[in-house]
């Protein structure tokens, strides 16, 4: 059974920097496809950036793109989000996911397992 645990969010004001930390347990991801997602008050859950880790291929939504980097460190099994020029639009809980195998699906319903997240809220 695969764990996740985020951890790093908290308040900031917009135009800084956080990054957030998921640590894995149970398995180690190193073929697998790991992914942030976020969820604002109100609103769905929104995929955010997604990595192969066996390729380390990298996609991330429009949103995001150009001020978040996801990245992965295999020997801590942990996967990372640095978050800069932070906007008061950014603000949701944000949320590791994991599917399993190689394929690169990002979508909510693709991903088997999800932590419990953790939040972050950007003041203007």
């Known amino acids: 059974q695969v764990q996740l645990v985020e951890s790093g969010g908290r308040l900031v004001q917009a135009g800084d920097s956080l990054r957030l930390s998921c640590v894995a347990s149970?398995?180690?991801?190193?073929?697998?496809?790991m992914a942030w997602f976020r969820q604002a008050p109100g609103k769905e859950r929104e995929f955010v950036a997604v990595?192969?880790?066996?390729?380390?291929?990298?996609q991330y939504s429009d949103s995001v793109k150009g001020r978040f980097t996801i990245s992965r460190d295999n020997a801590r099994n942990a996967l990372y989000l640095q978050m800069n020029r932070l906007k008061p639009d950014d603000t949701a809980v944000y949320y590791c996911?994991?599917?399993?195998?190689?394929?690169?699906?990002?979508?909510?319903?693709?991903?088997?397992?999800w932590g419990k997240g953790t939040l972050v809220t950007v003041s203007s």
């Open positions: 990595i192969q880790v066996i390729s380390d291929t990298k």
């Open positions: 149970g398995r180690a991801m190193n073929n697998d496809v």
């Open positions: 996911a994991a599917r399993l195998g190689l394929t690169l699906k990002f979508t909510p319903g693709d991903m088997r397992y």
